[in-house]
């Protein structure tokens, strides 16, 4: 199913799929067209069958890892129930897992939450989306506002700047606790069944994914950036796993390598 890479020229080379891969994607952005609001994207109809067809061709090693929680990564993905990291990584469900649940780290104080809304409310455009840890802020509706939006948050984690951190999403802002990123989530994974041992592959397209291209590549896998390597279309990124199915997609080297400042 799966051939050996083709050098093109020079140090670039068409990286073709391995069975060993696990696959680690983020979803709003990189699958899915981000939207206006986020209760408002449109799923694909064909992306739950396509997102079941590569974990059962990568030995169930497939994980979605978005900024999401897990209830919303459920009723979009429906009737598939994956393994999944919501929250940026600040609650999992492994493979194993029954239910998801949440590595040992602060929540977010309900009167920062509280904040939050009361400034959405006094703000028209401004939208938050409540998360099990936490919340975020979107802007996109409105980004006149964005500029008082950051200064109500930093203020808010000048409180606890030991535990918590803004997050500089797309046309959002969200208050994270410290020790939680994405490259934690792919490293947990990485350490139980189906996906230890796999070279891991992260795809994804915002500031919030960094962290999982450095833990993928740390261990000798790929971080791929929907900008990148898929000129920015989710589209393209439906169709190159398509591909990955029939062992015809590839990577160009030097896409993935200049994807990012790394
Ligand atoms: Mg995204």
Same mark, same amino acid.
């Given at each position: 199913m799966f051939r050996e890479d083709v050098r093109v020229s020079g140090d670039d080379v068409?990286? /073709?799929p /391995? =069975? =060993?891969w696990a696959l680690f994607l983020d979803l709003d952005g990189t699958l899915i067209d981000i939207a206006a609001r986020?209760?408002?994207v449109v799923v694909p109809a064909e992306l739950p069958g396509l997102l079941e067809a590569c974990?059962? +061709?990568?030995?169930g090693a497939l994980a979605i890892v978005s900024g999401r929680t897990i209830a919303d990564l459920d009723r979009l993905l429906s009737p598939l129930r994956l393994p999944v990291a919501g929250e940026h990584g600040g609650t999992l469900r492994l493979a194993s897992d029954e239910t998801g649940w949440a590595p040992k780290v602060p929540h977010v104080p309900s009167r920062w939450?509280? +904040?939050m809304h009361a400034f959405a409310a006094e703000h028209p455009g401004v939208v938050v989306e409540d998360k099990d840890l936490g919340a975020a802020?979107?802007?996109r509706l409105a980004p006149r506002h964005a500029p008082f939006l950051l200064e109500l948050l930093t203020g808010l984690v000048a409180q606890l700047p030991d535990d918590f951190k803004i997050l500089q999403a797309k046309m959002a802002y969200e208050i994270q606790p410290r020790a939680i990123n994405k490259g934690h989530a792919v490293r947990t994974f990485l350490a139980v069944p189906p996906f230890t041992g796999r070279t891991p592959v992260f795809i994804g397209d915002d500031v919030t994914d960094e962290e999982g291209f450095h833990a993928a590549r740390a261990v000798g896998g790929l971080g791929l950036s929907v900008d990148g390597c898929f000129d920015g279309s989710t589209a393209a990124v439906r169709a190159w796993l398509g591909d990955l199915l029939k062992g015809k997609a590839v990577v160009r080297s030097? +896409?993935?390598r200049n994807s990012t400042s790394e």
């Open positions: 068409l990286i /073709r /391995r =069975n =060993n986020p209760d408002r974990r059962l +061709a990568f030995g939450r509280e +904040a802020v979107h802007y030097s +896409a993935w």
